[in-house]
């Protein structure tokens, strides 16, 4: 298979048990792939290494610093950002070719559909499109500190296929996720001067779990789905108590 101008842009640490199979959907038409690792402790750098990866070991600055790094060191016209649980399908892979020979947008947004608890999601969590392909001259950067996101200068569409997201081992670590997230966002939604109310604490989660399991069609997922939006309900309380309790205890704005 021909190489496409594409770079893949990848972080990682500990990743051997995902890893191989995300570059496995790209390493036959990618004609560069670099990996930033943190110093992992298990064989991600040997496995990526197997695959023609550039692997560069650098101590961890953080998601956003960490993307960014391995952004700066791609080269080729296209990029391709990927989390090392992140896979290719095939009609994703199929849409490449052509979205790289266009000449009317610099960035495409991919659909990521979860693989959860060992079946694909259809609904829950669904859409969760992500602008993860960008031009190299359209300045690409991460932006943000909870959730990265990707930001260019030009005009951006959607790609046909998608991204299937394999995010968690088990129930244990998607809520261990879920717990870590909801903290880091409250302390977010703190330094910006965000407050919570008895309203938000009760109102928010409930209609969080409505919008998954009733109005995205979560129910369809059956358990799956049931889980998936519960998650969303654990998230957006933990959320609004971690800012209170922030509040209560008198940490300082900044």
Known sequence: MAKLPLSVAIISYNEEVNIRRTLES?????????????????????????????????????FMEQKNSALSKCTQEWILCLDCDEVLTEDLQSSLSSSLTQTKFVGFRINRRTVYLGKILHHAWQPDKKL????????????????????????????????????YRDIRHHFEKTVYYAYHTSLSYHDRGKKPSIGKLIL???YSFIRN??????????????????????????????????RRNGKKDK
Do not use: C
């Not at 001259?137 to 998608?162: C, F, M, Q, R, Y």
């Not at 609004?240 to 922030?246: G, I, N, Q, T, V």
């Open 204 to 206: 928010n989660p409930i």
């Open 26 to 62: 790209i390493a036959p038409f990618a004609a560069e792939i670099i990996l930033v690792d943190s110093h992992s402790t298990d064989r991600t750098r040997e496995i990526a290494s197997e695959f023609g990866a550039e692997v560069f070991e650098e101590d961890w600055k953080g």
């Open 132 to 167: 993860r392909l960008v031009r190299r001259d359209a300045k690409p950067i991460w932006n943000n500190t909870v959730h990265e996101s990707l930001s260019i200068t030009g005009n951006i569409s959607d790609i046909k296929g998608e991204l299937l997201h394999y995010s």
């Open 213 to 246: 399991y009733i109005f995205q069609h979560g129910f369809l997922d059956g358990i799956h789905g049931f889980i998936a939006a519960m998650s969303a309900f654990v998230y957006v309380f933990l959320k609004y108590a971690f800012l209170w309790e922030m």
